[in-house]
């Protein structure tokens, strides 16, 4: 239910609710509690309006006290995911809004579907706090996102990273699935040790999962599934990735080339190989059948949120 905050009895009827839901988690106890602004984006009233400046740090705020009432040293972590889009005047109106008290918060979480929000990069983060990011590891660029297999990404995790490197003090991990297995990795290694080159970790994982007789070519593979990865512009290199892909199964264990996360990649390229040979038409058994193994891998039988695959024609 969707109550405007600015109204003084929606606002009641909502603290009221939250007060009774932090009371579900006293036997574990909270260490965080995240307050986000987007997807679903709260009231456009001229009152609470821009919603990233006005209605939403107003409402997270009163939130914040009573979590700090029911749990002492609580963490405050206040988001900003898709802040101006379009522009609103969101992150300097937040910036106002911490100048005059930011106590209520501990840390400034950014991210957003395409490159890294500029304004904590050129004017700094709103109310001096810690920033956080939230790196999108598993939508971006695809859809049905997974439904085309492993979405290996290094080459932007690299360049998002080296625009923050030095000015996040830590992130927030975040999955949709299976499929991005390999982002997962080299995000983690990028918190763990910053200096390490995303393309190191990439060679890690194949020597690690698949076997280290072939991390060249299916490093080389993985970087052209990146440069393909828009399904609307699937180049010759398609062809490339899936013999690298196919070559390097030839030299793998049994169990290797049974597992999950090979399946994943090389139903990825096996299905980037196909596209570019019908021009991006959904057609013909091989497609077919790839999205079939990759809807039982991911247990997507009954999936009814959004399809898993796309519909192939017969």
Not at 6 to 18: F, H, I, Y
Not at 24 to 40: Q, V
Not at 299 to 312: C, D, G, L, R
Request: charged share 25%; with cysteine.
């Amino acid at each position: 239910m969707n109550l405007c905050p600015s109204n003084p009895g929606a606002r009641a009827l909502r603290l009221g609710d939250w007060w009774r839901l932090l009371d579900e988690f006293t036997d574990g106890g909270l260490d965080a509690l995240e307050f986000w602004p987007y997807d679903d984006g709260g009231c456009g009233c001229t009152n609470c309006w821009p919603w990233g400046a006005r209605g939403f740090p107003s409402l997270s705020r009163d939130l914040s006290g009573m979590a700090r009432a029911k749990y002492p040293g609580i963490k405050i972590i206040l988001a900003t995911w898709l802040f101006d889009t379009p522009p609103a005047g969101e992150w300097e109106g937040l910036a106002q809004f911490l100048a005059t008290d930011k106590s209520w918060a501990d840390y400034i979480r950014a991210n957003a579907h395409e490159d890294f929000p500029r304004y904590p990069l050129d004017h700094g983060v709103p109310g001096g706090l810690p920033l956080l990011n939230f790196p999108e590891i598993s939508m971006w660029g695809q859809s049905p996102w997974g439904g085309y297999g492993a979405n290996p990404l290094p080459d932007r995790f690299q360049r998002l990273w080296n625009q923050t490197q030095k000015k996040v003090s830590g992130g927030h991990a975040y999955s949709e699935g299976i499929y991005e297995d390999l982002n997962k990795t080299i995000c983690g290694q990028l918190y763990w040790d910053g200096n390490r080159p995303a393309m190191e970790t990439v060679r890690e994982y194949v020597a690690f999962e698949f076997s280290s007789d072939i991390v060249e070519p299916v490093t080389r593979a993985i970087t052209l599934l990146e440069a393909n990865h828009d399904r609307a512009k699937i180049g010759a290199s398609a062809r490339e990735a899936f013999r690298l892909i196919e070559e390097s199964e030839k030299r793998m264990t049994p169990q290797a080339r049974d597992s999950w996360r090979w399946r994943i990649l090389y139903l990825r390229a096996l299905i980037d190989h196909e596209l570019l040979g019908t021009q991006g038409k959904l057609q013909g058994k091989t497609l077919r059948k790839a999205f079939q193994e990759l809807t039982t891998i991911y247990h997507a039988e009954k999936a009814h949120s959004m399809p898993i695959q796309p519909p192939v024609i017969p």
